[in-house]
């Protein structure tokens, strides 16, 4: 994949935290029980584009003996002893090569894997409950010409996509929060990496795009990580901007998408009022990490 920026304005500091807590959390270290591609949008008539470890893990040291410094030793003694590759210290480069019958070929293995894949709401973040509807089963919506998204029907190299939807309610403190998580399963590799190259040439051509229903992404700004930095996936691209409603927003929009081998991760939130970056990047990074590890376990 060419890397791509879209507009002239530098990298935010947002950005650069993104990439810190996605590369950060490589697959193998997270929570077995953890288990759109784009779309934390408010129940638009499309959704846009195609319908882990705890990022927290190695911020209070990882030497096994639970006092947070971070010895780099598992055996307690704080030693720092150096036989071995200390826990929870990150791979060089991502590894990890699906079992070849594992990868789906039929749409049935297919949605075997893409809703197999998902999270459940109260495992990704605290107080995050199903929005309505819940799940998009089947679901893919393109970008037209003149910037608008509409629904279709899979494309001949997409074998299944999922989605599920999901709301952390508004509060005294904050408005609400909407986000999407979306797993889809190609035909190919190069399926796979065309999805990636779509979502960059989409936020360069359309900045700013309607969703229906009175919604709309606006100055939006993509670009793809350094491969040699994701350790978690064979290749992501993430997308910000803001996103504005009937009656609300402008709000933070993110999004990133991720590609392991043929299948294809997504996760958008979209924030609300009292919700800052800092707090929606690392829900967005901790959603990723997490179905990225869900994905690495249907494929092993």
């Avoid at 920026?5 to 490589?26: D, H």
């Avoid at 350094?226 to 978690?232: A, G, K, Q, Y």
């Avoid at 081998?261 to 970056?277: F, I, K, N, W």
Wanted: proline residues 7%; aromatic residues 6%; charged residues 25%.
């Amino acid at each position: 994949m060419a890397q791509g920026w879209n507009g002239p304005r530098a990298v935010p500091a947002l950005c650069a935290a993104a990439l810190l807590l996605l590369v950060g959390c490589g697959g193998g270290g997270a929570d077995p029980d953890g288990e759109e591609r784009r779309g934390a949008e408010e129940s638009p008539p499309a959704e846009k584009g195609s319908a882990g470890p705890d990022a927290n893990a190695g911020e209070g040291g990882s030497d096994g003996n639970g006092d947070g410094n971070g010895d780099g030793d598992s055996n307690g003694d704080g030693n720092g002893d150096d036989d071995g590759e200390a826990i929870g210290e990150l791979p060089d480069a991502y590894t990890f090569t699906p079992n070849p019958e594992r990868v789906p070929t039929t749409a049935e293995r297919a949605r075997e894997l893409t809703s197999g894949a998902q999270l459940e709401p109260d495992i990704w973040w605290p107080g995050l409950g199903p929005d309505d509807p819940y799940e998009v089963p089947g679901g893919w919506s393109v970008l037209a010409d003149d910037c608008s998204w509409s629904s279709t029907g899979l494309p001949a190299t997409v074998l299944d996509s999922f989605t599920r939807r999901y709301l952390l309610p508004e509060s005294d403190a904050a408005g609400e929060v909407r986000a999407t998580v979306t797993v889809s399963a190609h035909a190919s590799e190069e399926d796979a990496d065309a999805e990636l190259d779509d979502a960059l040439q989409e936020s360069f051509r359309c900045p700013e795009q309607e969703l229906g229903a009175g919604q709309r992404l606006s100055g939006l700004m993509a670009m793809e990580y350094p491969e040699e930095e994701v350790l978690n996936a064979n290749a992501s691209v993430f997308e910000m901007g803001e996103w504005t409603g009937p009656d609300a927003g402008p709000y933070t929009h993110l999004w990133v998408t991720s590609r392991i081998g043929t299948v294809t991760a997504a996760v958008a939130v979209r924030g609300g009022a009292g919700h800052d970056d800092n707090e929606l990047t690392r829900m967005a990074a901790e959603g990723m990490a997490r179905v990225l590890y869900a994905i690495e376990l249907e494929l092993t």
